[in-house]
Nanobody, 131 residues
Framework: QVQLVESGGGLVQPGGSLKLSCEVF????????IAWFRQVPGKEREGISC????????LYEDSVKGRFTISRDIAKNMVYLQMNSLKPEDTADYYC????????????????????????WGKGTLVTVSS
């Protein structure tokens, strides 16, 4: 059974750091790209980072570039999102998601509209940035 389980959310002060984890069950990370999305109540879900399965290349949404880093441990079937220099506007529910990206395919080209192609979603973890 496929499951994506996020952890690591919580309350952090502005300027602080958090590391989110996504544990993946039932999928191989060399066949599935993993992305992080976030959503604030009343707003659309946005893709903020992705790591492609085929070559490990990464994508970042402009507002998190230079502050967030996505990484993966294929042996452990884990994907991480290191978030530094957090701002109040980063407050949201954060979700990891898997999209099929098998050997021979191209890397994921863009985060825009990626949610349409996601095959599996996690249930989310809440990040609150506040003093």
């Amino acid at each position: 059974q496929v499951q994506l389980v996020e952890s690591g959310g919580g309350l952090v002060q502005p300027g602080g750091s958090l590391k989110l984890s996504c544990e993946v069950f039932g999928l191989n990370l060399d066949h599935y790209a993993i992305a992080w999305f976030r959503q604030v109540p009343g707003k659309e879900r946005e893709g903020i980072s992705c790591i492609s399965a085929v070559d490990g290349s990464t994508l970042y949404e402009d507002s998190v570039k230079g502050r967030f880093t996505i990484s993966r441990d294929i042996a452990k079937n884990m994907v991480y999102l290191q978030m530094n220099s957090l701002k109040p506007e980063d407050t949201a529910d954060y979700y990891c998601a898997a999209q099929e990206n098998p050997p021979g395919a191209r890397p994921i080209p863009t985060l825009i509209g990626m949610d349409v192609y996601v095959d599996y979603w996690g249930k989310g973890t809440l990040v609150t940035v506040s003093s």
